[in-house]
């Protein structure tokens, strides 16, 4: 008999503890406690949208960046005090950018260096305040690089950039 009711008691507990019986059977509410229920907070960093200040994929410090082909312009996101490295040219275009670079607002960027060398250009640049700046390096056309087997050269195009800086 005494091994029957704990075999009972161990049932009645393993099915509480399932989940077999409702809540209700087990808890009663005091009517003069009221159930509050209380808010999950969770805080979440301010939105920096729009205010210059560093937001995910703009690189820090050191950044080299090769132009996108045809004269389209290629975008640039970085923080304040990197160093841009800009890259671009192609023998096949039958030309060159002699640089230096045009920069459209050099309180955003500042030029550190220019470099062509035969149809490949290399120039440096320095972030220094939020904000876009577009920089521009010409495109100088060369004697007919098929010269004197006729073929189609490449047209080429002025590099372009549109750098965004932000804190």
């Known amino acids: 008999m ?12 393993a099915a509480g503890i399932a989940g077999c ?12 406690t009221p159930i509050q229920h209380v808010p999950r907070t969770t805080s979440q960093p301010p939105s920096t949208a729009g205010s210059g200040v ?12 090769t ?11 970085v923080t304040v005090g990197a160093r841009i490295v800009l890259r671009g040219g192609s023998a096949a275009s039958g030309g060159t950018w002699p640089g230096p670079a045009h920069i459209s607002n050099r309180s955003v960027v500042t030029l550190v260096s220019s470099h062509s060398a035969g149809a490949s250009y290399t ?25 004197p087997t006729p073929c189609t050269p490449v047209p080429g195009a002025p590099l372009r950039f549109v750098v965004t800086v932000v804190r």
């Open 54 to 65: 560093a937001r995910p994929g703009c690189a820090q410090g050191a950044v080299t960046v």
């Open 67 to 77: 132009a996108a082909p045809g004269g389209q312009a290629t975008p640039i996101c």
């Open 2 to 13: 005494r091994n029957l009711r704990l075999v009972v008691v161990m049932v009645a507990v």
């Open 21 to 32: 019986a409702s809540p209700s059977a087990h808890q009663t509410a005091s009517p003069t």
């Open 123 to 147: 120039g440096a640049l320095r972030a220094v305040a939020a904000g876009t700046a577009s920089v521009t390096v010409p495109f100088v056309a060369g004697a007919d690089a098929c010269n």
